[in-house]
């Protein structure tokens, strides 16, 4: 079923979804189950599985030269939809991603997610890979989510790449795509990037999910804006309990995002890494707790595979 289709059935009501990453190659498929099976009596209605594209990774040489080496780490994306649709009979749901895809790829990857039975995806741009400083597209790829979007719909419109293929078949996906309430790193302001936003819903995208953010403030203000600018589509907050002091750091550098000083406070003030979680736990079910009094239509949770914590927040919210 279409993720818009699991809104319109909760009739109001917030359902529990999350989100975990494939597992860094070598592991198999049971680490991917131990994440999802604890949340399992939540009912989500979707999973969404992320995905990691190639970096190129430089080894030195005894002799001292360096070796360029293409490596993909997190490889497995669809396999896990499929597997996670087999076993539990929810919805799975890929990302697909502008960067190192050429169009042919991602109409590929599309007919193989449509075989599979797979209604949604999540139409992504993608960051630079380390060796860049700004996104490169592949030389026959999309610059943008927004041209993505256009070639997911242009598939299930039965319009292909060849132009001359006949008697072709219609996808029918559901597209997520990503918001920033915080505003995207890259924009220069949070108005242009609610105008390309805009774009992405005009050229097919059904629904949007936020980037993590810990004041609600920012959520409900950017949903009054994206509401302004005409964009009637839900819009379903990502939601990641901080884990680590270490992420006092990581979070506002990878993901451009500030912390409140009170959350800021308590987690520099924990004793050990157990404390800082109940911090991020407590955190995190204050901020579902008031999204649902507000009739959100989803909480989306940034499980990383962990599930303990949204375990505790799943029991206290929902
Ligand atoms: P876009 O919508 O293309 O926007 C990128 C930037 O360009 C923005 O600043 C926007 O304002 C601007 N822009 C957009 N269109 C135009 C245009 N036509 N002209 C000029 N400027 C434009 N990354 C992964 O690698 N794998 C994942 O699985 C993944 N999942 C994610 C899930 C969510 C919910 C979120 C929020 C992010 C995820 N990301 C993932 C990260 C994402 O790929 C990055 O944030 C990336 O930098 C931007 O992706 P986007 O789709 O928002 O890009």
Redesign the pocket.
């Given at each position: 079923m279409k993720v818009t289709e699991h809104i319109q059935n909760a009739q109001g009501k917030s359902l529990f979804s999350f989100e975990i990453l494939p597992p860094v190659k070598g592991q198999n498929i049971q680490s991917i189950f131990d994440g999802i099976d604890p949340l399992m009596e939540f009912d989500p209605p979707f999973i969404d599985v992320?995905?990691?594209?190639e970096e190129i990774e430089l080894k030195e040489l005894p002799n001292g030269l360096l070796e360029k080496k293409i490596v993909k780490k997190r490889p497995g994306t669809v396999g896990i939809c499929a597997a996670i649709q087999n076993k539990y009979q929810v919805d799975a749901i890929p990302?697909i991603?502008c960067?190192g895809f050429t169009k042919e790829d991602t109409e590929n990857f599309l007919i193989d997610i449509d075989f599979l039975g797979i209604q949604n995806v999540?139409?992504?741009?993608?960051?630079a890979i380390k060796s860049e400083i700004y996104?490169k597209p592949e030389r026959e790829g999309h610059h943008?989510?927004?041209e993505l979007v256009s070639q997911i719909s242009n598939l299930n419109n039965g319009i292909y790449l060849d132009a001359d293929l006949q008697n072709t078949s219609k996808t029918d996906f559901c597209i997520g795509?990503?918001g920033?309430p915080e505003k995207?790193m890259?924009?220069p302001s949070i108005d242009?990037?609610i105008y390309?936003l805009k774009?992405?819903i005009k050229n097919g995208a059904d629904y949007i999910?936020?980037?993590m953010f810990y004041d609600n403030q920012k959520y409900f203000d950017y949903v009054a804006k994206v509401r302004a600018a005409g964009i009637t589509v839900p819009i379903i907050p990502?939601l990641k309990p901080i884990a680590t002091k270490k992420q006092l750091n990581l979070i506002p550098h990878r993901f451009k995002v500030d912390l409140p000083d009170d959350l800021i406070m308590a987690v520099v003030k924990a004793k050990d890494n157990d404390a800082v979680k109940q911090i991020g736990i407590e955190w995190c079910i204050a901020q579902s707790k008031e999204l649902v009094k507000a009739g959100t239509p989803v909480l989306h949770y940034y499980s990383m595979g962990k599930a303990e914590n949204i375990k505790a927040i799943a029991q206290a919210v929902f």
């Open positions: 992320t995905y990691h594209r990302h991603l960067g999540v139409a992504l741009r993608g960051d996104f943008y989510a927004t795509v990503a920033y995207h890259e924009a242009s990037d390309f774009q992405k999910i936020t980037q990502g």
